[in-house]
């Protein structure tokens, strides 16, 4: 069973900046895609951004130019940079693992942006 960890949530003011980071368990991390994800109060989830393991990135419209994933093949670490951070990004922000079609999922962490 693959298990993922983010750490890197809190509270932010508007404007600030955080880095999100998700490990998973095991040395499948160059074979999987990765993908920063957030459910907000009341929403669905929604993908934030994701990365092949080619390292193309994908991104939703919201946070172009101001997210930015990224990978540390040697580390074993997916991040999400966010920068310009709005009310709006207040959510729980979820790892994803895709794995030859398998979805693994991480707990989450919390991000509050106040104003």
């Known amino acids: 069973q693959v298990q993922l960890v983010e750490s890197g949530g809190g509270l932010v003011q508007v404007g600030g900046s955080l880095r999100l980071s998700c490990v998973p368990s095991?040395?499948?991390?160059?074979?999987?895609?990765m993908g920063w994800y957030r459910q907000a109060p009341g929403k669905q989830r929604e993908l934030v951004a994701d990365?092949?393991?080619?390292?193309?990135?994908n991104y939703a419209d919201s946070v172009k130019d101001r997210f930015t994933i990224s990978k540390d093949n040697a580390k074993n670490t997916v991040y999400l940079q966010m920068n310009s951070l709005k009310p709006d990004d207040t959510a729980v922000y979820y790892c994803k693992l895709d794995l030859v079609g398998m979805d693994y999922w991480g707990k989450g962490t919390l991000v509050t942006v106040s104003s």
């Open positions: 095991g040395r499948i991390f160059s074979f999987a895609v």
């Open positions: 990365i092949t393991t080619g390292g193309k990135t």
